[in-house]
């Protein structure tokens, strides 16, 4: 989802070049970048945002195992490194930010690579979104919730993933919920496909493409398992799209592991109903505006669009909690433990979480869908109370 970005002094020829080898590049890169900080997680610690003064591309091109085609390459992945490290310093030299950014695994790439991880099909999503009726009024008292809740205490949530260049996000959010509340009901926890629902799901509406790396959304992987024999697992059925390639089905109905019943969809822009639910059901898929999270490294998350959120990512949510009297959202993302905090962040949660709206206005941005509304209200911060999902389990398959 969008474009690459091409450095502006590049001539024509080359632009060509860089569009037939740049997808070629970054896999080798992402490889690369894998291999080493897999071993980087049991060597050092990565570089932390009060730690950059002096920190150079050759600092971060050794700390992340970069290495380019070209000396094109390397100059343009250069200047982007550089751009986004004075960014960073001149975000964390602000007082007034509640959450810090540092250096990651994407510090050297452009806004349009980092866009293609954003694959939440919006058609999808508000061809399915159905609006909480005017009054409405949740039976629940948050105040007879519990303070704080981290389902990762519980033993119900698998470690921090990574989907890679391709904009899988939905089927990472709705495969790991569907983990975690098979968990819950079982007390087994394992470790489900993302492969197979991105082969598998079809996009019907052909909202933005067919699916896959191209976008969906949790609804439509919930309820294509629930009609056509559940899910197999990560060993069964792995991950090869981390490069942004789709494949074709080769789902076994018999080597499925978990019975899909269908789906519970919260209301819409109601805070009382996902406190109630993420208190007592479990995790839940949730569906955000995630475009200014890149450089997150730390802290309470406030710099979404409030005025006219857009919806582009899928994520799990965890848990939720205070930390000097400042409330949050504990949020899962699949961007590997590199990112964030150990692969999470938290996102600013208040007291008034279900009047802090705004207004998408460009709710088929990307889809292709026709027939959906010119503009949607979108509440929570970065949207948090839009669109979430979690699965229903019934009588694990014999």
């Not at 890169?29 to 900080?37: K, R």
Request: charged content about 20%; overall charge negative.
């Amino acid at each position: 989802m969008g474009h690459l970005l091409l450095h502006p002094h590049f001539t024509s020829d080359l632009e060509e070049e860089r569009k037939t080898n740049l997808r070629h590049t970054m896999r080798a890169v992402v490889v690369v970048a894998a291999l080493v900080a897999l071993v980087a997680t049991t060597v050092s610690a990565k570089t932390l945002w009060h730690q950059l003064d002096g920190y150079s591309f050759e600092h971060f091109k050794a700390e992340y195992g970069k290495r380019y085609l070209s000396s094109e390459e390397h100059d343009f992945r250069r200047q982007v490194f550089e751009r986004t490290l004075a960014s960073v310093k001149a975000h964390n030299s602000d007082p007034t930010k509640t959450w810090k950014q540092g250096i990651n695994h994407m510090s050297d790439w452009t806004d349009g690579e980092f866009k293609r991880l954003l694959g939440y099909d919006k058609g999808i999503g508000y061809s399915l979104h159905r609006p909480t009726p005017p009054g409405f009024k949740a039976n629940v008292d948050v105040n007879g919730l519990p303070d704080s809740v981290d389902w990762r205490t519980k033993h119900v949530v698998t470690a921090v993933k990574d989907q890679g260049q391709c904009g899988s996000c939905w089927s990472f959010g709705s495969a790991e919920t569907l983990e975690s509340h098979v968990a819950v009901q079982t007390g087994t926890l394992e470790v489900l496909s993302e492969q197979n629902i991105l082969d598998c799901t079809p996009n019907p509406e052909e909202c933005g493409g067919t699916g896959g790396c191209q976008g969906g959304t949790a609804e439509i992987a919930y309820e294509h398992m629930a009609k056509h024999g559940g899910l197999q697992t990560e060993w069964t059925y792995p991950y090869l799209s981390w490069y942004g390639d789709n494949y074709k089905c080769h789902f076994k109905e018999k080597m499925s592991v978990v019975n899909v019943t269908g789906y519970v969809k919260l209301p819409s822009n109601q805070y009382e109903p996902l406190m109630d639910a993420i208190a007592n059901k479990g995790p839940i898929s949730i569906s955000v505006e995630a475009v200014a999270w890149k450089n997150y490294e730390s802290g309470i998350f406030d710099g979404c669009n409030q005025t006219n959120p857009d919806i582009d990512h899928a994520v799990q949510l965890v848990g939720y909690g205070d930390d000097n009297s400042q409330g949050y959202w504990l949020v899962r993302n699949s961007w590997t433990p590199h990112w964030g905090e150990s692969g999470y962040i938290r996102i600013r949660r208040t007291a008034n979480e279900g009047g802090r709206c705004g207004m998408d206005i460009t709710p088929q941005d990307g889809s292709g869908c026709k027939g959906g509304p010119d503009k949607v209200k979108v509440c929570g911060t970065c949207g948090i109370l839009f669109d979430n999902v979690y699965p229903t389990i019934g009588v694990p398959p014999s």
